[in-house]
């Protein structure tokens, strides 16, 4: 006997017990959820139907239930979240005649899966440094759940992470509409799952993210640190990936990089596909302005692309931020805009390289590798603290062009032949080791912010 | 069910509840009060399936029970009594009575069995404040609200919070109302939103209260509660507009008015206003003249040129009136500052002085 059927032979013994008016206003909306194990999740359509059925119906429903079917003992009430039906926006009009609307935005994002539609792959530019996260993609929606599973996509803010990862959800969504699909912050999932725990609705709490045919889960680093939120996301993803359920992930690193993420959830999330969508190249920049341009009904010539592509540095975000700037500067004056606009603009938008102590790229460097931030200075030789201690000098030397004897004199006294020889290493090293670049990179990330 | 009490504390108590007990043609139970006497304790509840509230007596309980009775009879019936001051409520089951030394009535009663029970709101996320904050902040934005319930997240009034005040907003579209109340604690939610229909009865039951209000968020339901007063509403599960974005951060001209003079110069202007409540202001800074405009082809004309004190440049925008004037008396400042951000762009209303409180209107785009 299917849940629907069992409700409907539960109501219509329901109905000869109470009276007409309680049976229309209370069990009108109410459905049986799901089992879990010996406990019957019933939903109600409101916290009134929930306190009601808790005080004074649950024991002849109980009853009923346990008729049906004896290991049964309990049942839990879920309150239903459907939303009402919208009516169309112009119903609303009349009193408001000859009146413009205050330009709010429109909450875009769909209740139901949380996706935002303007996320779609048609406005998503391909270039070198994304074309194999995007084939990833495409080989995930071609078949969910059986390709790659999970998808684990990473890179730094601002690379273009949550529009690819919502892009499949809503593929997904328009070419087939039965599959159920969910997309959330790591932080959300956090929330809930602290919420149920408060509440002791765990059982609801599982049941919620396990009927999910794709989830998509991003900004998966703000798990570190969370025990219990990393526990309950193990099972959850062990559940949906043995019931052949895509699960798609996004960070800022790699998950071997994750500090404070359990071992079993990181060996987890690389068993299926992880990719790495790096900083845009330059062509990859020049193809991303000219279609961010085009949806602003712009068009800038080639000169001044080119010219923001190469100047602008750092993620898409500035890029676009430095475009919308443009646009605005363009139609304020209405005529084209010139390269000496462009860099007037530019000039003025430039954040100022930031002036960066030596003690903290020591401390964050030494911290980023769990080691004693006073071993970098001292005398000692051990394995674990040269590595450290050469990455800095490399830092210092690369990217903060302090010259080789100030490098030496900051870091305990070291002789300039130390530093040279420890940058060379690096360098040498960085050809070969591709984790070390990797590191690398997340290092630079930690000392930009 | 016996119990004897003050009329007027009782008549109270049903005054607060009263409002929320409606009809509803498939509970009939719905239009009554629930009266319980228990311990030393008289409950009064009221429920219309989207806000629920129950207030707590102490009265001399001879006889405990539960008993519902029609709302509106029995309000107009303790209404009028206004000579007695001590009355007895008993009940035999099918009626209640109600004695004083000089009147005896009964009254006929509905089904106490079918009465909801009101759901108790515990856990989540809790802050309290002043209750006349609470109805301050709510009254303060309360008629910018949409009514329709088309969109519900605007149909409703949105509880945020910044570093160190409850944020109060609310917009029906075309104009917006945002209240800061400060408060000693700030709370730890994201965002509430109650349906406008609930936050007037919000008003109603807690204006007048100089307790505290604390209150409690689960998931869809929000639980405020005073001395001896409960009440809570089913809240909107969505998300309100990013309202902060629209707001100007910079006006082509300004102009700065008392109040008085104002609203004594929008009376004049209702007179001619044509059926759309169209005004036209205009700014001449240069010549330092404020003017307002209104036209009706029937009615006639007028203009007023309002004292103020005018910066930026000469602009022209027309408004509605009664969208111009709600916001007034949400300021207590006696001088009203309006920045206009161009043709075509929101006006932003705030109160000389006061940081507290900020109004923003769409001009007409005719």
Redesign the interface.
């Known amino acids: 006997m299917d849940y629907r059927q069992l409700w409907d032979s539960i109501l219509a013994e329901v109905e000869l017990a109470v009276s007409k008016p309680a049976f229309a206003t209370w069990f009108k909306d109410t459905h049986i959820v799901k089992r879990d194990e010996n406990t019957m999740i019933l939903s109600v359509p409101n916290a009134f139907a929930r306190d009601m059925f808790q005080a004074r119906y649950h024991a002849t429903i109980l009853k009923l239930l346990r008729e049906r079917d004896h290991t049964i003992h309990a049942i839990e009430y879920a309150i239903n979240r459907d939303e009402p039906k919208r009516r169309d926006a112009r119903d609303d009009k009349s009193q408001a005649a000859g009146m413009t609307s205050l330009p709010l935005p429109e909450t875009n994002v769909n209740k139901e899966d949380n996706l935002n539609p303007r996320y779609t792959f048609d406005t998503f530019v391909i270039g070198p440094f994304n074309e194999l996260a995007h084939a990833a993609a495409q080989a995930v929606i071609k078949s969910p759940g059986l390709m790659y599973n999970p998808l684990f996509i990473y890179g730094s803010t601002g690379h273009g992470k949550t529009h690819l990862i919502q892009a499949i959800g809503n593929h997904v969504k328009a070419t087939s509409p039965s599959k159920r699909v969910f997309y959330m912050t790591s932080e959300r999932f956090g929330q809930d799952c602290m919420n149920a725990l408060q509440n002791q609705k765990m059982s609801i709490f599982k049941e919620k993210y396990r009927k999910y045919d794709v989830l998509i889960m991003d900004d998966i680093q703000f798990f570190s640190e969370k025990q219990k939120f990393q526990e309950e996301l193990f099972h959850l993803f062990n559940t949906l990936y043995d019931n052949n359920k895509q699960v798609i992930f996004s960070s800022d690193k790699h998950p071997h990089f994750i500090q404070g993420l359990e071992d079993r959830l990181k060996s987890r999330m690389s068993a299926g596909m992880i990719i790495d969508i790096p900083q845009p190249d330059q062509e990859s920049r020049i193809a991303i302005l000219t279609a961010k341009a085009r949806t602003h009904g712009m068009v800038l010539s080639q000169e001044v692309i080119d010219y923001l592509a190469h100047t602008v540095v750092g993620n898409i975000r500035d890029l676009e931020g430095a475009l919308n700037t443009l646009i605005v500067h363009a139609q304020l004056k209405g005529r084209e805009i010139s390269v000496t606009d462009v860099r007037n603009l530019v000039k003025s938008n430039q954040k100022p390289k930031r002036a960066v102590a030596v003690k903290d790229i020591v401390k964050i460097i030494s911290e980023f590798y769990s080691v004693e931030e006073d071993s970098i200075y001292e005398k000692t030789r051990r394995k674990e603290v040269i590595k450290p201690r050469q990455i800095i000098m490399y830092i210092l030397r690369e990217d903060f062009n302090i010259s080789y004897p100030s490098i030496g004199e900051k870091l305990g006294g070291r002789d300039h032949t130390t530093v040279i020889h420890s940058c060379e290493k690096i360098k040498e090293d960085l050809k070969q080791d591709q984790l070390l670049g990797q590191e690398l990179s997340q290092i630079r990330n930690l000392l930009v912010v | 069910m016996k119990i004897e009490a003050i009329r007027e504390k009782i008549v109270e108590a049903i005054q607060r509840a009263e409002k929320v007990a409606q009809r509803n043609p498939?509970?009939?139970?719905l239009s009554g009060l629930s009266l319980e006497a228990l311990g030393a304790i008289l409950t009064v509840r009221a429920?219309n399936?989207d806000l629920?509230i129950s207030i707590h007596l102490p009265v001399k309980v001879l006889e405990e029970g539960h008993l519902v009775v029609p709302a509106q009879v029995f309000s107009s019936l303790l209404g009028s009594l206004t000579r007695e001051k001590n009355i007895t409520l008993s009940s035999d089951g099918q009626t209640l009575s109600l004695d004083t030394p000089s009147v005896h009535s009964k009254v006929m009663t509905l089904?106490p069995e079918?009465f909801?029970?009101?759901?108790?709101?515990g856990?989540?996320s809790n802050f309290s404040l002043p209750a006349k904050d609470l109805v301050q902040g709510l009254r303060a934005v309360i008629y910018a609200a949409?009514t329709?319930?088309?969109?519900?997240?605007l149909s409703s009034i949105c509880l945020l919070h910044d570093a160190e005040s409850l944020v109060f907003v609310a917009?029906d579209?075309?104009?917006?109302a945002e209240k800061k109340v400060k408060v000693k604690k700030i709370p730890n939610f994201t965002q509430i939103l109650i349906p406008q229909k609930n936050a007037v009865e919000i008003i109603r039951i807690l204006d007048g209260l100089d307790t505290d209000v604390s209150i409690t968020i689960?998931?869809?339901?929000i639980a405020l509660r005073s001395e001896n007063i409960y009440i809570?509403s089913?809240t909107i599960?969505?998300?309100?507009?990013?309202?902060k974005?629209?707001i100007p951060s910079v006006s082509v001209a300004k102009a700065i008015v008392l109040k008085q003079d104002l609203i004594t110069s929008l009376k004049t202007a209702l007179v001619f206003t044509d059926?759309?409540n169209?005004l036209k202001l205009s700014l001449a800074p240069k010549k330092n003249q404020f003017e307002i405009e209104s036209k009706n082809q029937n009615v006639g004309e007028n203009t007023y040129l309002v004292p103020a004190a005018l910066e930026g440049g000469e602009l022209a925008v027309s408004v509605?009136h009664r969208?111009l004037t709600d916001g007034f008396g949400s300021t207590p400042s006696d001088s009203l500052a309006l920045s206009f951000a161009g043709e075509?762009k929101?006006i932003l209303v705030e109160g000389v002085g006061d940081k507290s409180f900020r109004y923003?209107l769409?001009?007409?785009?005719?």
Request: net charge negative; hydrophobic share 30%.
């Open positions: 498939t509970l009939p139970v429920t399936l629920g089904p079918e909801p029970i009101i759901p108790e709101i856990g989540g949409a329709g319930s088309v969109k519900p997240e917009t579209s075309f104009r917006l689960e998931d869809n339901q809570t089913r599960d969505g998300t309100f507009p990013d309202y974005q629209i059926n759309f169209q509605n969208y075509g929101p923003l769409m001009p007409m785009n005719r």
